[in-house]
């Protein structure tokens, strides 16, 4: 999902990076305040993060002959709400946009808000709506962090859409073939980092049932399921 | 139960990436003759469309570092993944630990309050 360096007009750098600063300063300070009041929560605020370097860094095959990677984002949003993933995403889009070439700093604030502010505010709003209508909290976690992994996607087809409209079918034309490129490869990835966050939420209740009860993310029935 | 679910998904994950490896076919080479490349980034596939989109647009910022090769990259993308399964580990490890001793603990406190009762 990384618009490369120097592939959005200015005006749009500048917007995107516009909108997403507010979200990565509240962030800052949502996890500096978390920290100060739950010191003990820390570490796993260092596995959400943990989480997102390892997800962005595999690139997989899919089915359309291409390859992409998931985000990571869905694990702490779900932990910790959605805004603590924006300095978080931060961290590591700009890891890559420095060292790797992927990504850059012009399109910093549009990656920032495809991947660390739509994605985790999707996957918190999902997962509360999955565990409202009932869903037990293994499918909860799946459809919230699939669907994130998958709309970050999406925005991103929108904003090169929004960039470069198709000279005949306009912003419509070229938002299709932007999503062909991107949100069809991402499927069957967003599958898998379905699965993934699972298998670590798994691990977290099982050795950390205390920690996931007081940040209220399972129910003290739950624990032993 | 746990254990057995999670082995499951890790292999619906394997199978999921496995398998477009071998069911992607190699598109027949273009008029250039040259081999089809397959598997690229799609982040590459994007730019390529933003180039017959838009085919008077310049990028107008460069990278200011760039991999000296594929193989730095490869290894760079190693590094981040390894800290963050690096980390992911020491933390499951220290969970593991700290949960079995507290269950050592009470464990230890029911058979003294026991003890004391008789």
Known sequence: MHIME?????????????????????????VRRRVHEQPEQRMLLGVAAAFAFVLSALKLPSVTGSCSHPTGTGLGAILFGPVIMAPIGAVVLLFQALLLAHGGLTTLGANLFAMAIVGPFA??????????????????????????DLLTYVTTSLQLAWAFPDPVGGFAASFVKFAGIFAITQIPLAISEGLLTVVIFNALARFNPRELQDMKVIGSSEVRA | MKRHQNLLLLVAVALLTALPLWQVQRPEAGADGKPVDIFTGADNRAMALIGQIAPSYQPWFEPLLEPASGEVASLLFALQAAL??????????????????????TRREETDAGDTAC
């Open chain 1, 6 to 30: 120097g592939f959005l007009p200015i005006e749009h750098a500048v917007g995107w990076t516009l909108a997403s600063a507010p979200f990565v300063i509240y962030g800052l300070r949502a």
């Open chain 1, 123 to 148: 996957a918190a709003a999902v997962f509360r709506l999955a565990r409202g209508l009932k869903c037990s909290f293994a499918v909860s976690v799946f459809l919230a962090a699939s669907l994130a």
């Open chain 2, 84 to 105: 963050g399964a690096g980390f992911i580990g020491y933390y499951l490890g220290v969970s593991v630990t700290r949960e079995k001793m507290r269950r050592e603990v």
